[in-house]
């Protein structure tokens, strides 16, 4: 007979407490043991998976029968444990009483479970049980499942991830420090067009100066609503040099959209050129036109302005859609790009790295692509359009002799299946913003022997990245489709 038992552990009781519990609830159930569980199945009709058991997918058994040789007709017959290689379920545990003890066996599915799991399962188990022999008055949450080599693991060997970085310092803190030591590197390419570090410095300055006249400041939004350009990256920097933190507007967006988070941020300033600010709603910000205006601007010194930021200060605001469908706008401060690029160790970046810039500014990957490569002493090749094909990229990849690009899963996929060549250059590609297709990446690692595949994760409150992967190429052989 089989029974499908559910316990109430509510409470947090003591062992004891629980065992008087499962003893009741067995008792109970066996009232109503003679109901053949087909017939439970052909009542409650669950829909039905080949790959699963409609009820439960994990069982206990302690057979505690005596095991004994039965003789017959001169034959002695006795108990075989054998092995049938199919699991029934996804886990079953069975504990039979054996005269001096308690022994038993585990089947598993190997499809969901390695034996290393299983072995350490088996020695949490045991320590469980450790612990309810010592003190069965403890209640079930204070049993301890893990020994005190795994735990020392977990809470000191784990978290041992403490790294020396200028966690003090802003965004422009650092850039201008770049400048100081690579003033005449390449820091920005945009199809035939590029600026030094020097010269970038220069004009994002001027325009620093500008904005802090028109009273931006610590804290202040500014948006920034500009395709993919040099202008924008001057945007971008002279918004944080004056001491305000950028709010990107994508003129892709529904104008619904981008007068909510003009509305939402109170921005008084928004930074534009003439073809992107047509794109706006109806608006009560004044908009300084990079193209339009630049003649005024230029008049502005070129020297670095005061300094009003520190880490703990806005560096921008980049609005989500929120668990409810309604922007969310998520405020990100210096201190966090700064961990995300000089932090933490998830691919390398230096002035040899050459970087593309494709994601949308209003993508936190764009923050890993600008400041990874400006903060370096690289080079940001910014992708002209939008999102490219696999061979229009492959061109790009190709000119600019991209090192490190940052992908979506999606456009991963797209690219690993229509032309996997175009990445072959490519020596650190990062992918992520979803889960990642085995068959594709199982691909990558086949068809690029030179590229290190790294998957990324975070959401945008945690600044890019949270956890960071970089797939081994023995996990080529490993993988299945």
Not at 243 to 263: C, I, N, T
Not at 411 to 434: D, M, R, W, Y
Not at 459 to 472: G, L
Request: hydrophobic share 40%.
């Amino acid at each position: 007979n089989t029974l499908v038992l559910r316990n109430d552990v509510s409470g947090n009781p003591t062992f004891r407490e629980l065992l008087k519990r499962v003893r009741n609830t067995a008792l109970d159930a066996y009232g109503h043991q003679n109901v053949p569980f087909e017939k439970i199945v052909a009542e409650l009709q669950p829909a039905r998976d080949f790959s699963r058991n409609p009820f439960f997918q994990v069982i206990f058994q302690l057979r505690n029968y005596p095991a004994q040789s039965v003789s017959a007709a001169g034959l002695n017959i006795e108990d075989y444990e054998f092995d049938s290689n199919i699991a029934k379920f996804d886990l079953s545990a069975a504990l039979r009483d054996n005269g001096n003890g308690l022994s038993g066996t585990i089947e598993y599915s190997t499809d969901l479970f390695h034996a290393d799991t299983i072995e350490r399962m088996l020695k949490h188990f045991h320590n469980v049980l450790e612990g309810i022999v010592v003190n069965p008055e403890q209640r079930i949450s204070e049993l301890r499942l893990l020994s005190d080599v795994e735990k020392h693991q977990l809470l000191v060997e784990w978290n041992d991830t403490k790294s020396e970085y200028p966690n003090e310092q802003s965004i422009q803190d650092l850039f201008e420090a770049q400048v100081e030591r690579t003033p005449d590197a390449i820091a920005v390419v945009f199809e035939e067009q590029q600026l030094s570090y020097r010269e970038l410095n220069q004009r994002a300055n001027q325009l620093a100066h500008y904005l802090q006249k028109l009273g931006v400041g610590a804290d202040v939004p500014v948006g920034l609503c500009m395709e993919r350009s040099i202008p924008m990256i001057i945007g971008l920097l002279g918004i944080l040099k004056a001491g305000g933190a950028y709010v990107p507007l994508d003129a892709s967006y529904p104008g619904a959209r981008l007068g909510f988070m003009l509305e939402d941020t109170r921005a008084g300033l928004v930074v534009s050129d003439s073809a992107s600010q047509n794109s706006l709603p109806p608006h009560s910000a004044q908009v300084i036109c990079l193209d339009r205006d630049w003649e005024k601007i230029a008049r502005e010194p070129q020297v670095n302005p005061g300094n009003p930021s520190s880490a703990d200060d806005l560096a921008y605001v980049i609005y989500t859609s929120g668990s409810t469908g309604v922007p969310k706008g998520v405020e990100v401060r210096h201190r966090g790009v700064v961990r995300l690029l000089f932090g933490i160790d998830y691919a390398r970046l230096d002035g040899t790295q050459t970087l593309l810039h494709l994601a949308p500014i209003s993508f936190d990957a764009a923050t890993f692509e600008v400041w990874g490569s400006l903060l370096h002493g690289g080079k940001c090749v910014l992708c002209p359009g939008k999102v490219p094909g696999a061979e229009e990229l492959g061109a790009v990849l190709k000119k600019h002799r991209i090192d490190t690009l940052w992908l979506t899963a999606a456009l991963f996929n797209t690219v690993i299946h229509e032309a996997p060549q175009a990445l072959s250059e490519v020596k650190q590609l990062l992918i992520g913003g979803e889960a990642l297709s085995v068959r594709h990446v199982k691909k990558g690692l086949a068809e690029l022997p030179n590229t290190e595949i790294i998957n990324g994760y975070g959401p945008t409150e945690s600044t890019t990245f949270t956890c960071c992967y970089r797939i081994p190429r023995r996990l080529e052989d490993d993988l299945s489709s």
